[in-house]
Structures are given as structure tokens and as C-alpha cells.
């Protein structure tokens, strides 16, 4: 079965208050079986335009990605990073 990815695209507006979103979201994604590959570093942009962060997640298949990006328990705390950065925000199945 392939598996499933959260690709992100971010540039945090308020870091201060962004700081409790990533506190709060690790557990519900790893509850969710997730596994974080890419968090932040250096961007080396090469064509068009994005934002300043990236952050890639693997998860053991597109349902628990889909799963944990729909549960309500994520959708709170997503309100925290909407409230305090611009995202782009992709799930996407691997194959």
C-alpha cells in the first residue's frame, strides 16, 4: 500500500505564538502513525516563488494522512498555524 505525505509550504508571520502549534501538532501527527522527514532548514529555491519553510511528513498510507488531517483534534490546533503563518499545505499519496 503506498503511503501518504503532508507537503508544506510555510512562512510563520508570528513565531512567538506559532511555537504552541508545533508543540501541540508532533503528538497528533505521530499519533496518527506520521513520521516528520523534512522540518524547516536551509531552502535553496531554484524556480518560482515559495515561502520560507518546508516541512514534509510520511505517513503509513494516504487514508491516515487524510485521517489525521481531518480529525478534529488537528483542525484545532491547525487554527493555531493559520492564525500565525501563510501555508501552503498538499497530501498526497507515494507511490
Same mark, same amino acid.
Given at each position: 500500500?503506498?503511503? +501518504?505525505?503532508? %507537503?508544506?509550504? %510555510?512562512? !510563520?508571520? *508570528?513565531? #512567538?505564538?506559532?511555537?504552541?502549534? =508545533?508543540?501541540?501538532?508532533?503528538? $497528533? %501527527?505521530?499519533?496518527? +502513525? +506520521?513520521?516528520?522527514? !523534512?522540518? +524547516?532548514? #536551509?531552502?535553496?529555491?531554484?524556480?518560482? #516563488? =515559495?515561502?520560507?519553510?518546508? =516541512?514534509?511528513?510520511?505517513?503509513?498510507?494516504?487514508?491516515?494522512?487524510?485521517?489525521?488531517? *481531518?480529525?478534529?483534534?488537528?483542525?484545532?490546533?491547525?487554527? $493555531?498555524?493559520?492564525? *500565525?503563518?501563510?501555508?501552503? %499545505? !498538499? =497530501?498526497?499519496?507515494?507511490?
Amino acid at each position: 500500500m503506498p503511503k +501518504g505525505y503532508w %507537503i508544506a509550504n %510555510i512562512t !510563520v508571520t *508570528n513565531p #512567538d505564538a506559532y511555537r504552541e502549534y =508545533v508543540e501541540r501538532d508532533t503528538a $497528533i %501527527i505521530e499519533g496518527f +502513525g +506520521g513520521r516528520f522527514l !523534512v522540518r +524547516g532548514g #536551509d531552502v535553496a529555491e531554484r524556480e518560482g #516563488d =515559495v515561502l520560507d519553510r518546508f =516541512v514534509v511528513i510520511e505517513f503509513p498510507d494516504h487514508e491516515a494522512a487524510l485521517a489525521c488531517w *481531518n480529525s478534529a483534534e488537528y483542525q484545532e490546533v491547525a487554527e $493555531i498555524r493559520r492564525a *500565525n503563518a501563510e501555508s501552503r %499545505i !498538499v =497530501v498526497v499519496e507515494g507511490h
